[in-house]
């Protein structure tokens, strides 16, 4: 079945076509410079942005695939979580076109669309695999028994996603909107090693019951009081290492709690997926530490770890395949979907 795939959870308007594991059109709309004044995404901006760009994403978007909306045998798209008023722009497009054609819609967790983005990439899951969700609002480690029907949490971060800690860290030290790709640009240039950041929860008291959670704000402050110190010392802050010991503190955590979720549930495969895996530290860690555990990785190109249209048709696909009943005409955009709930009826 030709699978159409709506986003529009936070400032990207996705719209793209998959059958199966292919994907025949992928087009994106961004209005990430229009927040980039306010130093982060502005709702009431996001909403309206998503308004203008719908209808010309979803043109690009047949046109790139070469087929017409006629052609669809389903809908799906992202129920949540996200913004609520972002969410309702894509939930009512959905609505509107699955309702003209007559063909079934399907609402769909935006976090596990996110892990999904892989088979894109390299075909269908392994099962069970891990899944490292790593993005602007989330930080999960989960337990992947069937991407369509069962998704697990071990773990999540108790205070400020992995995405969120890169954005305010850059802000800290003058690096531009949005923080991640400023700060893993800044930290090529530094030594990683240069300054001893905290590891959030992975002391022994910590790990008995957080062992699979993720804590970034106290690595943040750190990374405050460092710069601060020096400022007060009169001594200029050497904004390369700094970039670059933050963020080898963050890709540390994610990939070793990563790799103890993979060796305590005897799982031999590990998926990374959300936003912050465009992260070219965190990448080259998890290669290098799977490597050497005997796990293999797989990481999806960057363009489908950031937010779009292909990864919610990649799960609508899947659950499609799965032979699911449809969302009702009433799915509603659910700002707080728990990942553990795949599908929003
Ligand atoms: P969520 O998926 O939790 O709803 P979101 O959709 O806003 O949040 P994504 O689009 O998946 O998040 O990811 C955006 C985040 O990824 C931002 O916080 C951004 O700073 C971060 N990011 C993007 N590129 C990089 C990079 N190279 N290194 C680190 N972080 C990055
Ligand atoms: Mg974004
Ligand atoms: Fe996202």
């Not at 998926?271 to 070219?280: E, F, L, R």
């Not at 990649?314 to 699911?324: E, I, K, M, N, P």
């Amino acid at each position: 079945p030709l699978v159409l795939g709506i986003e529009s959870s936070c400032d990207e308007t996705g719209v793209a076509f998959v059958r199966g594991t292919t994907l025949l059109a992928d087009a994106v709309a961004s209005s990430v410079q229009e927040h980039a004044r306010f130093g982060g995404v502005v709702p009431e901006v996001a909403s309206r942005a998503h308004l203008e760009a719908m209808i010309p994403t979803i043109e690009r978007a047949c046109a790139e695939a070469g087929s017409r909306l006629a052609d669809v045998d389903a809908v799906a798209v992202t129920s949540g979580p996200g913004l609520a008023g972002a969410l309702m722009v894509g939930v009512a497009a959905a609505k509107a076109v699955a309702w003209a054609l007559g063909k079934p819609l399907y609402g769909v967790n935006h976090l596990c669309a996110h892990v999904c983005a892989d088979v894109l990439d390299h075909g269908p899951l392994p099962e069970p695999t891990v899944a490292l969700l790593v993005s602007g609002g989330h930080t999960n480690l989960l337990l992947v028994r069937d991407i369509a029907d069962d998704v697990q949490s071990l773990g999540a971060t108790v205070d400020d996603a992995a995405g969120e800690a890169f954005d305010k860290v850059a802000r800290l030290l003058g690096l531009p909107y949005p923080g991640g790709p400023s700060i893993d640009q800044a930290a090529a240039q530094g030594d990683p090693r240069a300054i001893a950041f905290p590891r959030g929860l992975t002391a022994r008291k910590d790990l008995e019951r957080h062992r699979f959670d993720f804590s970034f704000s106290g690595l943040k402050t750190a990374v405050v009081r460092w710069v601060q110190e020096r400022e007060r010392a009169g001594e200029p802050i050497p904004v390369a290492d700094v970039a670059a010991s933050f963020n080898e503190a963050v890709a540390d955590v994610l990939t070793r709690k990563a790799i103890d979720a993979c060796l305590e549930y005897g799982i031999h495969d590990l998926q990374i997926g959300g936003g912050v895996t465009a992260n070219s530290r965190l990448r080259a860690l998890a290669e290098q530490r799977c490597a050497d555990a005997g796990i293999s990785l797989r990481v999806p190109r960057v363009r489908l770890c950031t937010d779009n249209g292909a990864m919610v048709a990649a799960l609508g696909a899947q659950v499609v395949s799965r032979g699911h009943a449809p969302s009702s005409f009433a799915l509603p955009a659910d700002s707080s979907m728990p990942v553990e709930m795949v599908q929003a009826l």
